[in-house]
């Protein structure tokens, strides 16, 4: 099994409750759960983590780098504000998906810039919780070019 760190950033403890009509009506826990079933399916070990705290999610990464072979990071808010976190993921060994839960392209223009995009192999977006499984899927198909 392949270890897989999912990070979760502010407000994602709230799912479920906070604006379902743009977030969906799953928990994070519900989310969590999936990602787990998910990651067993599919080779994966799926850790995951959220923080509301840009310092914590900067050592859960740090940490990440030395015991994760990949990341899958939903950044939310400071997706938009933190070049700190952009920095950390850059200097990572492993690679790293952006993901968000709404298509952050159709929403308030102060959502269309990404700070942590340049620094991830790629970005999944606009797919409800199912962006982390897609997510999940792109690693395994990294690891598998690799292996080749």
Known sequence: MIPILVLHGPNLNLLGK????????????????????????????????????????????????????????????????????RDTIAALDIPVIEVHLSNTQAREEFRNRSLIAPVCVGTISGFGWYSYALALHALVNIFGQQAS
């Open 18 to 85: 906070r604006e379902p009509d743009i977030y969906g009506h799953l928990s994070l826990d519900e989310i969590n759960q999936r990602l787990i079933e998910l990651g067993n399916s599919i080779g994966l070990k799926v850790e995951c983590k959220q923080s509301n705290y840009e310092g914590e999610l900067i050592d859960v990464l740090q940490r990440a780098g030395q015991s994760a072979k990949g990341v899958v990071f939903n950044p939310a808010g400071y997706t938009h504000t933190s070049v700190a976190l």
